[in-house]
């Protein structure tokens, strides 16, 4: 435990070995949208570094790779820049791995929607993942995953109720439960670019060689810790009425135009069938 903080992370954090050709490296979606892949997950930067803007990162990566995004950040906006807030998607060990080294370094605030407050303030566990569910190598590998939550104490605040976020007023989050409780995504209305977070994600996260390889295919959200597919399901009906033009997601490459447009389609038409697995202890 950080004394001056009073922050800590689970007794079972710990780095986790599995990644994906991608890890390491950024894509420019927009000028203000940069995507970074953390090992199998990604962190995002909205803020365009040519226009000298404030940035805000979404999400905080995995166990242990804090000096990555911390390099990353600052090849991008310039040494000693710092951004103004980290919005978290949800509270999953994948998406917290660095977030205390990080507010550490930075003292930024960090905002996450009310429901996932009590994952993130030591209070509560998420269900176990379930690693007997339809899936690949990474769902039976879940079981290795950090579970305890993390505490980020006071330092860690609720996204305001009205759907505004902070630092990023052309955006609104949407609330986006089933693989989490309280995810959200983040939408902005202007150029209908959407973050869906782990709502729905463009790799199937549960096979470790489509992991590994980032081949490029729209799934429902990772099928190890999601633990309400109704929910899950109306979240991804509800982020296909957007329509969005571009998506980023929790995990996988970018996905835009008719493709993202047809895929959604077909996501939301045959979701029991692509997203629901067959078998798996959350199913009822
Ligand atoms: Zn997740
Ligand atoms: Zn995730």
């Known amino acids: 435990m950080n004394k001056e903080t009073n922050m800590h992370y689970g007794a079972d954090y710990k780095y986790i070995p599995t990644t994906s050709i991608t890890s390491g490296t950024g894509i420019e979606v927009l000028p203000d949208l940069y995507q970074f892949t953390v090992q199998i997950v990604n962190i995002l930067l909205i803020g365009n570094p040519e226009a000298e803007e404030k940035f805000v990162l979404i999400d905080a990566g995995m166990p242990k790779s804090s000096e990555m995004i911390i390099t990353a950040v600052e090849e991008r906006f310039g040494e000693g820049r710092r951004p103004e807030a980290i919005i978290l998607t949800h509270g999953h060990f994948d998406h917290v791995g660095a977030l205390i080294e990080l507010v550490e370094e930075w003292d930024v605030p960090v905002y996450i929607h009310e429901l996932e407050m009590p994952y993130v303030t030591?209070?509560?566990?998420?269900?176990?993942?379930?690693?007997?569910?339809?899936?690949?190598?990474?769902?039976?590998?879940?079981?290795?995953?950090?579970?305890?939550?993390?505490?980020?104490?006071?330092?860690?605040?609720?996204?305001?109720?009205?759907?505004?976020?902070?630092h990023l007023?052309?955006?609104?989050?949407?609330?986006?439960?089933?693989?989490?409780?309280?995810?959200?995504?983040?939408?902005?209305?202007?150029?209908?670019?959407?973050?869906?977070?782990?709502?729905?994600?463009?790799?199937?996260?549960?096979?470790?060689?489509?992991?590994?390889?980032?081949?490029?295919?729209?799934?429902?959200?990772?099928r190890y810790l999601t633990t309400d597919w109704q929910a899950a399901k109306d979240s991804v009906e509800k982020l296909a009425r957007l329509n969005p033009s571009v998506a980023v997601t929790g995990h996988g490459l970018p996905m835009a135009g008719e493709k993202l447009t047809k895929s959604l389609e077909k996501l939301v038409r045959n979701f029991d069938d692509i997203a629901i697995p067959d078998y798996g202890k959350y199913l009822h």
């Open 122 to 166: 030591g209070e509560k566990r998420y269900p176990e993942p379930d690693a007997s569910v339809e899936g690949g190598l990474v769902a039976k590998m879940s079981p290795m995953f950090p579970n305890e939550p993390i505490d980020l104490g006071n330092r860690v605040q609720q996204l305001p109720t009205d759907g505004n976020v902070p």
């Open 169 to 222: 007023p052309e955006f609104r989050w949407i609330h986006t439960p089933g693989h989490s409780p309280g995810q959200d995504s983040i939408f902005r209305e202007k150029d209908r670019v959407l973050i869906a977070a782990d709502a729905f994600v463009t790799v199937k996260q549960d096979s470790l060689y489509k992991v590994l390889t980032q081949d490029h295919e729209i799934n429902g959200p990772p």
